[in-house]
């Protein structure tokens, strides 16, 4: 039994290994995802959830949604659109998309696309909105709306037109591999694969048939926004850890993401299938007036690049990072991957890790090492206000629930009959 297991998980790492995802476009969730084209759906992060059960940031990130979308006219009317019912709520996981925070994806909103080339298959996120008040934290007053207008209207129609100049898009596993020397994480840290993907656009973008001052005004979004790439990234890894997933067999974790209220994980095999327990809160730094008793539960997609052997587990690559996470210094940084690497079976050296004598960030999350050692794997996050419309209050890291890996160990027991 175990060898049939042992031979899967390698078959599911190899995929991992070859697969080579590429940015290759910027264009509506409706297009990318056509489900949303008709009536009023949503996309959101983590595991199902119904209106009545979300946190304050997905609720308000919904009530943004509507108003986006011209669905509701004001914040009254968008709370009794979203009571009705009406509203259908779609996991991003289902539709081989992911989403920062409360993931909440609307049918205009501009989409990232990023397509392993080797596999064939794509992956979806929505851009990033930079800092400040933003829609994935549940913020959604005009000053977001008016920034959810302009990503639709000019940035993402800039960005698409600028990669098509390019013959496959942009490589983003070369991308990584130099941001990971530079101190990225890839979760709460994409300093430099930002800086990385202005360089690379920028040439294409000078040549964009538009006016100065549109131009001037991407360039300054870009070149302010350290966690831009962050939504790649998830991306990248939700396009890679959906390729592995069509070897339904062994036990690697193919997703994990939280919705606020549940913690969700899915293992290759055990299919599509959810297992859930309930999320923890963010331990952490908080920005100034803010506390932990304001933080809001574990949310988002993001955790897709701790599935995938990046983020948390790879702290070593980014010791900038733990002061603001909370973590401490280098020390435990280098601790914290050390640890990571108890519950992940290999390596991946085309993200080779300077800091950790050039080993490669962890790859093959295994379900068995999870329950075996009690090690949960740690996640870099923000950490957003519970209220809706405050948005982050600060950054830090969490654990997954150790009894959802339990869950599904126990299921898969069941299945191959041990």
Not at 187 to 208: V, Y
Not at 320 to 331: K, L, P, Q, S
Request: proline share 4%; aromatic share 8%.
């Amino acid at each position: 039994m175990n060898s049939s297991i042992n031979e899967a998980n390698q078959a599911i790492i190899e995929i991992i290994k070859a697969a080579r995802p590429h940015w290759v476009g910027v264009i509506a969730a409706k297009e990318a995802i056509p489900t949303l084209a008709q009536g009023y759906k949503l996309l959101h992060a983590g595991p199902p959830i119904i209106w009545q059960d979300m946190t304050g940031p997905m609720q308000g990130a919904c009530i943004g949604a509507c108003l986006f979308e011209g669905w509701a006219q004001n914040e009254e009317q968008a709370l009794a659109l979203l009571a009705t019912g009406k509203v259908e709520f779609i996991p991003c996981h289902s539709v081989h998309a992911v989403g920062p925070m409360g993931g909440i994806t609307s049918a205009n909103m501009p989409v990232v696309v990023v397509e392993n080339i080797t596999h064939g298959n794509r992956a979806y996120c929505n851009l990033n909105e930079g800092i400040g008040k933003v829609m994935r934290f549940g913020a959604y007053g005009q000053e977001v709306l008016n920034r959810h207008h302009w990503m639709k209207t000019s940035l993402a129609p800039a960005l698409n037109e600028a990669l098509k100049l390019f013959e496959k898009g942009i490589d983003l596993t070369a991308l990584m591999a130099q941001a990971i020397s530079m101190g990225d994480e890839f979760h709460q840290r994409n300093i430099a694969a930002s800086a990385l993907l202005l360089r690379t656009l920028s040439p294409k973008l000078a040549l964009l048939n538009r006016s100065k001052e549109e131009m001037a005004k991407i360039f300054d979004f870009l070149s302010v926004t350290d966690q831009f790439f962050l939504n790649l990234a998830m991306a990248y890894c939700k396009s890679v850890m959906d390729s592995a997933a069509q070897i339904q067999a062994g036990t690697i974790i193919t997703a994990m993401t939280r919705n606020g209220k549940d913690f969700g994980i899915k293992v290759s095999g055990l299919g599509d299938e959810w297992f859930t327990a309930p999320v923890n809160t963010p331990q952490g730094l908080f920005f100034t007036g803010y506390s932990q008793k304001d933080a809001n539960p574990d949310i988002g997609d993001s955790a897709i690049t701790e599935t995938f052997g990046i983020g948390g587990a790879a702290m070593v690559a980014a010791p900038g990072v733990t002061r603001f996470v909370g973590a401490g210094g280098a020390d435990v940084a280098y601790e914290v991957s050390e640890e990571m690497s108890e519950i992940f079976l290999e390596h991946n050296m085309q993200l080779q890790i300077p800091s950790w004598n050039f080993q490669g960030c962890c790859m093959g999350l295994d379900l068995r090492l999870i329950v075996e050692t009690g090690i949960t794997p740690l996640i870099n996050t923000g950490i957003a206000h519970k209220q809706a419309g405050v948005g982050q209050i600060g950054a830090g890291t969490v654990r997954a629930p150790l009894a959802c890996f339990e869950k599904a160990l126990e299921a898969l027991a069941i299945k191959l009959k041990v």
